[in-house]
């Protein structure tokens, strides 16, 4: 039942994949100062794409993949966080999940009213 | 990238006030069954638009479209003539509640 | 034309990290205004932030290079310090504090500037998410 171009399944899936970047942000956060470490980030859209061409996926194949981009500078200690690169993806991620809310908000709300017979 | 052209007739299925004109003319044929007509070629209307506003999210969520507001317009429109539509909706029903509760 | 909504942010951020980079090399001028020895026989050389368009069009902001600012080094009448050279004068580095801290407040204030520009952008687009109450 739970086909992909079901709406109210791939706003869902975009609503858990923010969920998740906002985990690895706050990851890459607390790692401000580890030495070696490399910033990680979630993959979903491209995945989203692709499941979305191919007709018939399950949105629970859906799987954000965590990788690590290794495009922005590394300092000397081998870490290559930017708290300011991680604001602007925390706001970024915000936005969008704030997006993603008020849609589904707006779907249930329509199911809501036409189910609604006085 | 926003259309603001005021003029909310041609994105908006009102063909209703045709039904609902001829059903005030009893002279005319059809009448209670022409609207029911009327309302079934703008449920297809909201649903047509309901399915591109959909579209647009899909894209917005895969990556394709990054533009925020054109989606969230897009929604509120779908969402402006679906409850345009339940309106209509809702007033037939009563409309047909009251006619059968008229007493002979 | 491609509209993201979210470049706005990208572009704010990277303003905002030239600028903390600019700071940075401000701060490793002011604290090294007195250093008459770079570990070269030289004192230290004053650096500058060289700033650049990522490409045509709107973009953000790189910082593209740092560069050593080639003006004269001061020179005071210091015997006996370790520096100098034979007639007692010492070569002291390019920096000069009062206009360091003014670029300082340059750099802070386009910092501010930019997260301004941040914060007011995420409140547009929730004033756009309104539309959806």
Same mark, same amino acid.
């Given at each position: 039942?739970?086909?992909?171009?079901?709406i109210f399944?791939v706003i869902g899936a975009g609503i858990k994949m923010e969920g998740?970047r906002q985990?690895?942000?706050? &990851?890459?956060? /607390? $790692?401000?100062?580890?030495?070696?470490?490399?910033?990680?980030? %979630?993959?979903f859209q491209?995945?989203l794409?692709? /499941?979305? *061409?191919? +007709?018939?996926?399950?949105?629970?194949?859906? +799987?954000? *993949?965590?990788?690590?981009?290794?495009?922005?500078? %590394? #300092?000397? &200690?081998?870490?290559?966080?930017?708290?300011?690169?991680?604001?602007?993806?925390m706001v970024k991620n915000s936005l969008t999940y704030k997006t993603y809310i008020r849609i589904l908000e707006k779907k249930y709300?329509?199911?809501? =009213?036409?189910?609604?017979?006085? | 990238?926003?259309?603001?052209?005021?003029?909310?007739?041609?994105?908006?299925?009102?063909?209703?006030?045709?039904?609902?004109? !001829?059903? /005030?003319?009893?002279?005319?044929?059809?009448?209670?069954?022409?609207?029911?007509? /009327?309302?079934?070629?703008?449920?297809?209307?909201? +649903?047509?638009?309901?399915?591109?506003s959909e579209?647009s999210i899909q894209d917005l969520l895969s990556g394709k479209n990054e533009d925020i507001t054109t989606v969230v317009t897009e929604v509120a429109?779908a969402d402006?003539?679906?409850?345009?539509?339940?309106?209509?909706?809702? #007033?037939?029903?009563?409309?047909? #509640?009251?006619?059968?509760?008229?007493?002979? | =034309?491609?509209v993201n909504s979210l470049g706005p942010v990208?572009?704010?951020?990277?303003?905002?990290?030239?600028?903390?980079? &600019?700071?940075?090399?401000?701060?490793?001028?002011?604290? $090294?205004?007195?250093?008459?020895?770079?570990?070269?026989?030289?004192?230290?050389?004053?650096?500058?932030?060289?700033?650049?368009?990522?490409?045509?069009? =709107?973009?953000?902001? !790189?910082?593209?290079?740092?560069?050593?600012?080639?003006?004269?080094?001061? !020179?005071?009448?210091?015997?006996?310090?370790?520096?100098?050279?034979?007639?007692?004068?010492?070569?002291?580095?390019?920096?000069?504090?009062?206009? *360091?801290? =003014?670029?300082? $407040?340059?750099?802070?204030?386009?910092?501010?500037?930019? !997260?301004?520009?941040?914060?007011?952008y995420q409140d547009m687009v929730e004033t756009t998410l309104e539309l959806l109450r």
């Amino acid at each position: 039942m739970s086909k992909i171009n079901e709406i109210f399944d791939v706003i869902g899936a975009g609503i858990k994949m923010e969920g998740l970047r906002q985990k690895t942000i706050a &990851n890459n956060v /607390a $790692n401000l100062q580890t030495p070696g470490y490399r910033r990680v980030d %979630v993959k979903f859209q491209d995945v989203l794409a692709k /499941a979305l *061409e191919s +007709d018939g996926n399950e949105i629970n194949d859906i +799987d954000p *993949e965590i990788f690590q981009p290794g495009e922005t500078s %590394v #300092k000397s &200690n081998g870490n290559d966080v930017n708290l300011e690169m991680e604001v602007g993806q925390m706001v970024k991620n915000s936005l969008t999940y704030k997006t993603y809310i008020r849609i589904l908000e707006k779907k249930y709300q329509q199911v809501d =009213m036409a189910m609604d017979i006085k | 990238m926003i259309n603001i052209n005021p003029n909310v007739n041609n994105s908006l299925p009102i063909n209703i006030g045709t039904g609902s004109q !001829t059903n /005030a003319k009893p002279a005319n044929d059809g009448g209670f069954a022409d609207t029911i007509k /009327a309302v079934e070629k703008q449920v297809s209307n909201v +649903d047509d638009i309901q399915k591109s506003s959909e579209v647009s999210i899909q894209d917005l969520l895969s990556g394709k479209n990054e533009d925020i507001t054109t989606v969230v317009t897009e929604v509120a429109k779908a969402d402006m003539s679906f409850k345009l539509l339940v309106g209509v909706r809702n #007033k037939l029903i009563e409309a047909y #509640k009251q006619t059968m509760n008229m007493p002979i | =034309m491609q509209v993201n909504s979210l470049g706005p942010v990208d572009i704010a951020i990277s303003g905002m990290r030239a600028q903390s980079k &600019n700071i940075e090399v401000l701060s490793s001028n002011v604290a $090294n205004a007195q250093s008459t020895d770079d570990g070269k026989g030289q004192p230290y050389r004053r650096l500058e932030t060289i700033l650049k368009a990522d490409s045509e069009g =709107m973009t953000g902001v !790189t910082m593209e290079d740092i560069v050593g600012d080639i003006t004269e080094f001061p !020179t005071i009448y210091k015997p006996g310090h370790p520096d100098a050279d034979k007639n007692g004068y010492v070569k002291m580095p390019n920096v000069s504090l009062p206009v *360091e801290m =003014m670029n300082l $407040n340059i750099a802070a204030r386009a910092y501010q500037a930019n !997260t301004a520009v941040l914060k007011r952008y995420q409140d547009m687009v929730e004033t756009t998410l309104e539309l959806l109450r």
